[in-house]
């Protein structure tokens, strides 16, 4: 849909719909290119905005027929939707439309995929598939009826009525129209069954297409695992007879949590150890729950509109990473966490692009389902939790449950539920879904020797932004401890709440000066200055109880390492690796734990924090300090490399669980660093012996980076050209691993290969995305990244509008680099967006971003 007067939506506009819907019936009769849909809908008004006219959203519709109350009338329809005269009684709306689900691109609305049917509806999506008041707080019984030519046809609810080319499905649950599905197709279930908390037997259903079916046991167990975790830890059970979940090929999204019915991109779904790497199964898995969850926390409970988006996936996601958690390593998941919030919020959080936890307008609803929303908006459910308290955090949960089941709720509803249950005051919490911006918390310390008291002080500090040119201090729960020179605890774990932009917080009773471990857990999303010695973060690596800060002061160390690399040329510090060797020996430590401790910070970590400190930040140069310091690492730790690959490699049959998982990270991350030293011969071996994905793939990597990966390469494409899954991971790594001054070429070469299906989002983002986050590669002073990515987001708009917006945050960080990148990029940009007939979703972030 072309829009030539993007209109901006504001959540203070909001207004309830003036009908209310009892009951909806829908008829597909499915047909490629003209699918017919009827339409049978009962209105009345609604008492609460009595004099609202009726309006319904519509889009790319043929209108057939429509009636009311059995009579033909004939509406006002434009191409957003229709307005009509109706009765001031209840009535019945009736109508027909014919859509092109074939030419239908976007997977927006109802589409194909590899032959079958299927949908795609948030957040705006149902308006492309019949007439309908597309909004979440509009909640209605549906009653679908499918007919086609296809043995397996789909909707939500529990199935009515099954027959030859038909069927009939009905959903008892009232429910916004985002969360309609319906897939039709010739497709294979693998099956299991369920027994809920109080009895209920329910059906699983995981339907791929056939030759899929060996890739499903993981995600059904996966599914079961999250239904069981929902009852103990959230009470929560499941509501309808069946739960099925179909794998499709072309979606924009991972997954979607359509009311008994979840859509899923088969890359978040299917797996087996041949195909697929330890990280795909950790990552479906934790999907797989995140679309469970939504049942209750999205479905049962859902949105009043869409600002309040945070509501259900900031607790979906919070409920996700607590169930990883309680699967795998607590310590592994928070960190990964914190990594990927990093990279990926606070980058948006600091740029053009910033905008509140809950924003307050946008133009178009797709380009809100971005970090801030999801990550940020699960870290503030996680700091709410540490500040009221286990208990507390449950007794809320029960009573929002309890209150807000069948509603279409609100921040201010969910913050509620809080205070009745606490009895605590929110109004300053709620900044934190009110204000854009990462704060930045500084501490200093003060130690009174005579009297044993040492003191902390902290200033906190948001940077203003247009989306909040005035940002107000937060609240933040700050955990600490304090440690002994000799690495003991002097002070447990204390959660320090601060409120004003400056406080001061005292610890009495000490012998002598401890070390402060400060914002342990990484306990608010902040960016933290604390002026640590070099001493004081080798006791912290050494001895910190905490394991996120203990990691944290690894990281810290490595990045000053880093930066005086990069900025003075200086060689890696040999305290700080000699110190991360006893880390790595420390066989008490969890083999995925100390697989963390061997990262580096990324490019684009190192990029934003020279510009942070007035720095301008030269891509190639952080490239050599990254490669020159990885080098020195394999070097000087490559006999305890040795003896960790020989100790922890699996020699057991694959299995996808955390213990094995970790051992191979650690192992495949000590086969990176050996192959610097020893040649490719130890990552061929590795290579020609791997029975399963995560070690092909990382070996291939290795040998890839080495220059040695030309017929491993060849070798890979030619097992697994039928595996579309396995492919994407062909295309991606050759991009991932080429030489900066390489990458664009490889990128683009790949484009001309015959299976780069650019339509296919999972195809375009490997290629496209593996190009944007290689930094150094995406960022060549050629400029040739930025023209080869501008040039396919051109031709991907027309297509696909939502997967082109997302991808043009490639370039949200653009002011960070030097005059000549700016001006390379802004070119780009520009280009872009004079390209006519710009998508709504492309030309909003276009412009947010150029600014
Ligand atoms: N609600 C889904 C994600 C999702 C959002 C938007 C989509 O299309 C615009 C598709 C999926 C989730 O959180 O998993
Ligand atoms: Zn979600």
């Known amino acids: 849909m072309r829009d030539a007067t993007p209109q901006t939506i504001y959540l203070s506009d909001y207004q309830p719909f003036g009908f209310l819907v009892d009951e909806v019936a829908l008829t597909f009769d499915l047909d490629p290119h003209k699918t017919r849909v009827k339409s049978r809908i009962a209105f009345r008004r609604n008492p609460a905005a009595k004099d609202a006219e009726f309006f319904l959203h519509g889009e790319q519709l043929k209108l057939i027929s429509a009636q009311i109350d059995g009579k033909p009338v004939a509406p006002e329809v434009t191409d957003r939707g229709l307005t009509c005269a109706v009765p001031d009684a209840p009535f019945i709306w009736e109508a027909e439309v014919e859509i092109d689900p074939k030419g239908n691109t976007a997977l927006e609305g109802l589409y194909m995929s590899g032959g079958m049917y299927c949908t795609q509806c948030e957040a705006e999506g149902f308006r492309k598939i019949t007439y309908y008041p597309d909004r979440p707080d509009v909640m209605s019984i549906f009653t679908v009826t499918i007919n086609g030519p296809h043995p397996v046809l789909l909707s939500n609810g529990n199935p009515v009525a099954q027959g030859q080319n038909h069927a009939e499905w009905h959903d008892p649950w009232p429910k916004p129209a985002y969360l309609f599905a319906l897939v039709a197709g010739d497709l294979v279930a693998h099956s299991d069954r369920f027994t809920t908390m109080s009895g209920r037997e329910v059906d699983l259903n995981l339907y791929v297409r056939p030759g899929d079916e060996g890739k499903c046991a993981f995600g059904m167990e996966a599914l079961t695992a999250s239904m069981k975790w929902d009852e103990e830890v959230y009470g929560r059970e499941y509501d309808l007879d069946i739960f099925n979940i179909v794998a499709v090929d072309d979606f924009n999204m991972g997954a979607m949590e359509n009311k008994g019915l979840n859509i899923f991109n088969s890359a978040a779904v299917l797996a087996s150890p041949e195909t697929s790497t330890d990280d795909n199964f950790e990552r479906i898995e934790a999907i797989i729950a995140h679309e469970y969850f939504h049942n209750w926390t999205g479905n049962r409970i859902t949105c009043r509109d869409w600002f309040q988006l945070c509501l259900k996936e900031g607790l979906t996601v919070y409920r996700d990473s607590q169930f990883t958690s309680d699967m795998r390593s607590p310590a592994v998941k928070r960190i990964g966490d914190v990594i990927d919030l990093r990279g990926r919020q606070f980058a948006e959080d600091q740029g053009p692009l910033a905008h509140p936890v809950r924003p307050e307008s946008f133009q178009e609803i797709n380009n809100f389902y971005t970090a801030t929303v999801y990550e940020k908006g699960a870290e503030v459910i996680g700091m709410l939790k540490t500040l009221v308290g286990d208990d507390a955090y449950a007794k809320a949960l029960d009573l929002y449950f309890e209150r807000h089941d069948g509603d279409a709720a609100t921040i201010e509803d969910w913050l509620k539920v809080f205070e009745d249950t606490t009895g605590r005051d929110l109004t300053q919490f709620k900044r934190w879904y009110s204000q854009a911006g990462t704060p930045r918390l500084a501490v200093t310390e003060a130690w009174d020797a005579g009297k044993g008291i040492f003191t902390l002080t902290f200033t906190q500090y948001t940077p203003p932004s247009a989306a909040t040119p005035?940002?107000?201090?937060?609240?933040?729960?700050?955990?600490?401890?304090?440690?002994?020179?000799?690495?003991?605890?002097?002070?447990?774990?204390?959660?320090?709440?601060?409120?004003?932009?400056?406080?001061?917080?005292?610890?009495?009773?000490?012998?002598?000066?401890?070390?402060?471990?400060?914002?342990?857990?990484?306990?608010?999303?902040v960016v933290l200055a604390h002026d640590l010695s070099k001493e004081e973060r080798l006791l912290l690596l050494a001895h910190d109880s905490d394991p996120f800060n203990r990691w944290e002061a690894g990281r810290t160390l490595a990045r000053q390492s880093l930066l005086a690399t990069i900025t003075e040329g200086s060689a890696p510090d040999a305290e700080w690796l000699a110190a991360l060797q006893a880390v790595l020996g420390d066989e008490t430590l969890e083999p995925a734990y100390r697989a963390l401790m061997l990262g580096l910070p990324s490019h684009a970590d190192l990029a934003?924090?020279?510009?942070?400190?007035?720095?301008?930040?030269?891509?190639?140069?952080?490239?050599e300090a990254v490669e020159a310091t990885r080098d020195a690492m394999a070097q000087a730790f490559v006999s305890t490399l040795s003896e960790l690959y020989d100790r922890h490699i699996v020699d057991v049959p694959y299995q996808p669980n955390a213990a094995q998982s970790g051992k191979r990270a650690l192992t495949n991350a000590a086969l990176a660093l050996l192959t610097r030293v020893q040649g490719p011969e130890h990552a061929q071996a590795q290579y020609d012996q791997a029975d399963n994905m995560t070690q092909q793939l990382s070996a291939l990597a290795a040998l890839l980076r080495a220059g040695h990966g030309d017929k491993a390469l060849a070798e890979f494409e030619e097992q697994w050209r039928d595996d579309r899954l396995v492919m994407d991971k062909w295309f991606g790594l050759q991009v991932s691993q080429a030489a900066?001054?390489?990458?664009?070429?490889?990128?683009?070469?790949?484009?001309?290969?015959?299976d780069f299906n650019w339509k296919n989002p999972n195809r375009f983002r490997a290629v496209f995305g593996s190009l944007a986050m290689h930094h150094a590669g995406f960022h060549h002073e050629s400029g040739k990244g930025y023209a080869l990515l501008a040039d396919w987001l051109i031709k991907l708009d027309p297509v696909n509008p939502q997967t082109t917006a997302r991808m043009c945050s490639a370039f949200q960080t653009w002011r960070r680099y030097d005059a000549a990148r700016q001006e390379m990029i802004q070119t780009q940009l520009d280009r872009i967006l004079a390209s006519p007939d710009l998508s709504r979703d492309t030309s909003e972030m276009l412009s947010r971003i150029r600014g």
């Open 740 to 754: 900066p001054e390489k990458a664009a070429e490889v990128a683009q070469t790949l484009t001309q290969h015959a």
């Open 470 to 525: 005035n940002p107000e201090p937060q609240v933040l729960p700050i955990t600490v401890g304090l440690i002994g020179a000799d690495g003991a605890h002097v002070a447990p774990s204390r959660v320090l709440e601060m409120t004003e932009a400056e406080q001061s917080f005292t610890f009495d009773g000490l012998d002598a000066r401890p070390v402060a471990s400060v914002l342990r857990g990484f306990s608010a999303p």
């Open 608 to 623: 934003n924090t020279l510009y942070d400190t007035g720095k301008t930040p030269d891509p190639a140069a952080i490239h």
